[in-house]
């Protein structure tokens, strides 16, 4: 599971820091966003698992297939009540908190796309929904 891989480099940070937000609901808060800034580089695996899973037809391209998945994940998410984002990250916190889950995350962890301390700031303002972001989610 290379997402997931990915996440736990996120996750330990966050869970750790703050004990406010139980690691499967900062993970099933996180996975939306993770899948769309991996863009192309999880569309065919992604199209595929929405195939098997009947969320897009066959004929369906990858690409439409894996943005349906999203899709999907966000309206599980919203059905169950999960938050969008995660409101308790401090901008402040953010640089220390991406610098251990790039050193947590790469190169140990099998995921579509490596990010650096700086991409993971990054993933940490969409994430926490808070201005200072380059990439509105």
């Known amino acids: 599971n290379q997402l997931r891989d990915h996440l736990n480099g996120i996750l330990k940070i966050r869970t750790n820091r703050n004990g406010t937000i ?3 609901l ?4 996180i996975l939306p966003h993770m899948l769309v800034q991996y863009d192309t580089s ?3 695996r ?3 698992l929405a195939k098997k899973c009947g969320i897009a037809s066959h004929a369906t391209s990858n690409e439409v297939a894996a943005l349906k998945f999203i899709d999907w994940v966000k309206s599980m998410n919203a059905s169950m009540g999960i ?8 901008p402040e ?4 908190m991406a610098k251990n889950a790039a050193k947590e995350s790469n190169p140990l962890y099998p ?7 700086k991409e993971l700031e990054e993933m940490y303002y969409i994430i926490g929904n808070l201005t200072g972001s380059k990439t509105k989610p």
Do not use: M, W
């Open 111 to 117: 995921v579509p796309k490596l990010y650096n301390s």
């Open 42 to 44: 999880c569309h065919k």
């Open 93 to 96: 916190h953010i640089p220390g």
């Open 22 to 24: 139980t690691r499967g």
């Open 26 to 29: 900062a993970n099933a808060v």
């Open 83 to 90: 938050p969008e984002y995660i409101d308790c990250i401090k």
């Open 46 to 48: 992604l199209g595929k």
